[in-house]
């Protein structure tokens, strides 16, 4: 019955999520892919298109070319599809290389190979890091600063010629934004077409004007949308605050265009000349500018005036949240759904040595409560105090090879993780061979690894089955998400990508990070957690469950909680982030703002764990299904080389 549920919440909740997506009918949605050629390599670009009901080439409407940020996909841009098109303009949003389903990866960006004035020093190491370093490098800059960028654009010059052909468009009114990597596409797009009207850059990096010839590269009715709290330096000219920017020569000259400085929310300049800019400031950090309201609606009247436009909608009237708060519910009912599917398949009696009653905590051979406070404690310390330095290393330097770890963000994840687990096993190894759990006489099944009848050994039949299951129970989730995306165009998300379909290519790299999960769930969020740091059980099953959730998520997450105050409470108070101020921006952007995806995915998988240990008795179940959730959400929708 609850598996039912689970089910019937999903399809009604993405039917109610399709039908607002498409404007409540105004709006026809569909996607697809467009080919394109990279030097000599030849691949293809995924989109999503928009069209406003009535438009057709009889009727052509203006249009807006969108992309996406780093570590998203072209649905993160759904806010600006959606409200687009009910205001009469087409929206195009599209994977830019490395990203969804486009089939090109990073690497034909290019990288740059000259000395900019923001840079330190002349940037080397593995190709993925000169990629990520030098992503302030445009190929519309002069010759001596642009060699070796391919294609600073991502696919959006080939996004702009696919729109300009569809003939239900004005090819003389079309807009371009972005989001923080999308706003440097924005920018070489901009440049390869001077005829854009309009350009909206959600957090973008503003360039000095002698970098290109600024006599012949025109960029027409530029808005900026600035985040407060922006993360990354180089979105606020590598200054520590945001406040003050105004009255920068960057800013108020090169940007600008103006003598003096200048006024935030306030437009300067003509529609009519392109020359108008305007810098909106947003009380939110980087990646929620993508959803913020007064964003969008400072986009909204930007586009309508340079396009020409004159909706009957008001500016700040928007049905965008509804749609992303629909499919988290989706996607959490389907989390849930596994749960009474697991009950299900537990009854069967292949499955049933899978399942042992739970020992009392009583009964269990573990450390005292100093020892355990203490233990917490160092892992808590561990875990935050090497999580922007070992992040930011496996993510740009960490020597991979670069065919095989294909995940960029990915590679951080796993070498700041692996390193976590290899520093728990020693420790539990030597504890429980040498320490105080060989002198207390701890055994396997104390640990959640063996079973009542042979407490010091390993059950391999056991093992086999929980990981059967575990593909099993996420193999239906994933058939959910296959015929959610088939059937109404949607996956399950909340703004960012979190389950996707596979495509070939990504579900080759799931497998390979799903043996660095499995290591660190079955290590640290199992045995580590659910073993040597287990909690005596409360008065009722709900109480147990929601306080060893709790405590999960204070001993898994409590250090990336630790960075997050350390990161923003100086931000808050003006002094700027944190990660720069302590360490260096190189150890800031994208760990930082990361954490807002993090905390709660994890959260919620460690309350999955948290039940399955409870049900099975056994660490294996719920650290296999964990870990492959987290696999298919780095594989899935993170960008690759």
């Not at 098109?85 to 830019?96: E, K, N, P, Q």
């Not at 519910?329 to 040595?353: E, G, I, N, Q």
């Amino acid at each position: 019955m609850a598996f039912c549920v689970c089910i019937l919440l999903v399809v009604l909740s993405m039917c109610i999520a399709a039908w607002v997506q498409t404007g409540f009918g105004k709006i026809r949605v569909s996607t697809g892919s467009f080919e394109t050629r990279t030097g000599d390599t030849p691949g293809s670009i995924a989109y999503k298109l928009y069209v406003p009901a009535g438009a057709d080439a009889n009727h052509p409407v203006p249009a807006v070319l969108v992309m996406h940020g780093y570590q998203n996909d072209k649905e993160t841009s759904a806010a600006y599809g959606i409200e687009l098109a009910r205001r009469g303009i087409a929206a195009l949003s599209v994977d830019l290389y490395g990203h969804g389903n486009t089939t090109l990866g990073m690497r034909f960006r290019g990288w740059g190979r000259a000395k900019l004035t923001n840079l330190d020093k002349t940037v080397s190491g593995p190709e993925r890091f000169l990629i990520m370093m030098t992503f302030s490098i445009m190929d519309f800059f002069k010759p001596e600063i642009s060699a070796g960028i391919k294609d600073s654009s991502m696919g959006g010059n080939d996004a702009y010629r696919f729109l300009q052909s569809l003939d239900f468009v004005d090819a003389d009114r079309i807009g371009i934004t972005g989001h923080s990597m999308g706003t440097w596409a924005s920018w070489s797009t901009g440049a390869a077409f001077p005829g854009h009207r309009a350009i909206v850059l959600q957090c973008g990096e503003l360039f000095p004007s002698g970098y290109y010839d600024a006599a012949s590269v025109k960029f027409n009715n530029v808005l900026l949308l600035q985040a407060r709290y922006d993360e990354f330096d180089y979105f606020r000219d590598y200054q520590k605050n945001v406040i003050g920017l105004e009255k920068t020569p960057l800013r108020y000259r090169d940007f600008m265009g103006q003598s003096a400085p200048v006024d935030w929310n306030r437009t300067y300049g003509s529609f009519a000349e392109g020359s108008a800019r305007r810098m909106e400031l947003l009380q939110t950090n980087h990646r929620l500018t993508t959803h913020d309201s007064r964003a969008l609606t400072a986009a909204m009247n930007w586009f309508t005036n340079a396009l020409d436009v004159k909706p009957s909608l008001a500016d700040s009237n928007h049905i965008y949240m509804i749609k992303e708060l629909l499919v988290l519910l989706a996607m959490l009912a389907a989390l849930v759904s596994m749960l009474p599917l697991c009950l299900l398949f537990t009854t069967l009696p292949f499955f049933a040595p899978v399942v042992q009653p739970l020992e009392k905590t009583e009964n269990l051979k573990l450390l005292s409560p100093k020892s355990r406070r203490k233990t917490a404690v160092i892992s808590i310390l561990v875990s935050g105090l090497t999580f922007p330095f070992l992040g930011q290393l496996g993510h740009g330097l960490m020597p991979v090879p670069e065919n095989i770890f294909r995940m960029t963000i990915g590679n951080g994840f796993i070498t700041w993780l692996t390193f976590l687990m290899l520093v728990s096993l020693f420790m539990l190894l030597h504890w429980y061979k040498k320490g105080e759990g060989k002198k207390m006489g701890v055994t396997l099944c104390d640990l959640g690894l063996g079973d009542r009848a042979a407490p010091v050994k390993l059950n391999g039949q056991v093992i086999c089955k929980s990981v059967l299951l575990a593909f099993i129970l996420t193999g239906a989730m994933y058939l959910l998400v296959v015929l959610s995306a088939a059937i109404f165009q949607l996956d399950f998300r909340f703004i960012w990508p979190f389950f996707r379909p596979f495509t070939p290519p990504r579900l080759g790299q799931f497998f390979v990070y799903l043996p660095f999960y499995a290591a660190f769930f079955t290590v640290n969020a199992g045995v580590k957690l659910y073993g040597q740091l287990r909690l005596p059980e409360k008065k009722t099953a709900v109480g147990t469950q929601l306080a060893w959730w709790g405590y999960s998520v204070f001993i898994m997450l409590g250090g990336v909680f630790l960075i997050v105050l350390i990161e923003y409470i100086p931000f808050f108070l003006g002094m700027g982030p944190g990660a720069d101020l302590l360490f260096s921006p190189l150890f800031g952007g994208p760990f930082m703002s990361v954490m807002i995806l993090l905390i709660p995915q994890f959260a919620i998988f460690f309350f999955l764990s948290t039940w399955l240990y409870r049900k099975t008795g056994r660490i294996y179940l719920g650290s296999f299904i964990v870990a492959i959730l987290a696999s298919w959400v780095l594989s899935g929708g993170s960008a690759m080389f």
